[in-house]
């Protein structure tokens, strides 16, 4: 699932290729990933990009809608805000095929044309889940308004006031986008590694130095990821490509801080990856159902 990195290094793509650009047309090839009827799509047509901005893990477009005439109604502000979901991503190109994609088949969800370049909004596999969202306001999709702070923007202080009293496991208060934004399971346990500290650890009974800790390599995980995306040019690639982990999804593998081999504890429909050495004392952890992690 493409996390604040992905989804920033996208973000970044779209400012820098599709801003100043006018949607000539948007192709609807599944339905469903749209969440929201009015405006309609097409009210997108002919409105020119002004921004491109990440929201936890969603990612905006920003437009100023398209001149008053054929609908003056929609002259304004409209964004269009994805969330990729597991399989989701946005490939740009620089020469978009003119023939829209075949509704229902093949991995497009979305086509936006921006006059010879554009992208398409993909999404893998059959678990379909990407969710489109065409609104006046970012914050009128549901998930955007429930949002706590950015992981980046967190200060040190912040990040202790957060966790302050919370009874959950630290795994489960790292990805839970309502107290903090942008992290997922991926990124939750290359932060948990880089501070040394148990997926287990209850979030809010941690030490002054582990507080510390774990701010420091929230900031620099998370930066360094999204150098690396940038530097790969995320918007071209196929899917989301993540070099320089520690220990997600490297189960059985060594451990590139101290040569522990690395853990896994596996849920109904996830993982995480952990090392025992750096994180839990050397002590292996029990084996728990997601419902009792994730209580
Ligand atoms: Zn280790």
């Not at 992905?6 to 469903?32: N, Q, W």
């Not at 889940?129 to 009128?140: E, F, I, M, W």
């Not at 196929?238 to 490297?250: S, T």
């Amino acid at each position: 699932m493409p996390e604040l990195p992905e989804v920033g290094a996208l973000a970044h793509h779209l400012r820098e290729y599709a801003v100043g650009r006018r949607i000539t047309r948007i192709d609807v090839a599944s339905p469903t990933v749209l969440k929201t009827v009015d405006p309609p799509p097409s009210a997108l047509q002919g409105a020119k990009v002004t921004g491109a901005s990440r929201y936890g893990k969603f990612l905006a477009l920003h437009c100023s809608g398209p001149e008053a005439g054929s609908r003056p109604e929609a002259a304004g502000e409209l964004h269009l805000v994805t969330h990729l979901a597991r399989a989701g991503w946005l490939r740009w190109s620089d020469s978009l095929s003119t023939v829209p994609p075949k509704p229902g088949r093949g991995p497009i969800a979305l086509r936006v044309h921006l006059g010879g370049p554009g992208f398409d909004l993909t999404e893998a596999g059959t678990q379909k889940r990407l969710a489109v969202y065409v609104v006046t306001d970012p914050a009128q999709v549901p998930g955007i308004a429930r949002l706590g702070p950015d992981a980046l923007a967190l200060s040190r202080d912040e990040l202790a006031e957060i966790l302050q009293g919370r009874t959950e496991r630290l795994k489960t208060a790292l990805t839970d986008q309502a107290l903090i934004a942008g992290v997922g399971n991926a990124y939750s346990d290359e932060v948990l590694h880089a501070a040394r500290l148990s997926p287990y650890a209850t979030a809010g009974r941690l030490p002054d130095d582990a507080l510390d800790r774990l701010h420091a390599a929230l900031q620099r995980v998370l930066t360094d990821a999204v150098d690396r995306s940038v530097g790969q040019d995320a918007a071209r690639l196929k899917g989301e490509k993540r070099a320089g982990l520690a220990v997600h999804a490297r189960t059985g593998l060594p451990c590139p801080v101290c040569g522990d081999t690395v853990r896994e504890v596996s849920f109904a429909d996830r993982s995480m990856q952990y090392c025992p050495t750096c994180q839990t004392g050397g002590t292996p952890l029990a084996d728990r159902r997601m419902s009792r992690l994730l209580r």
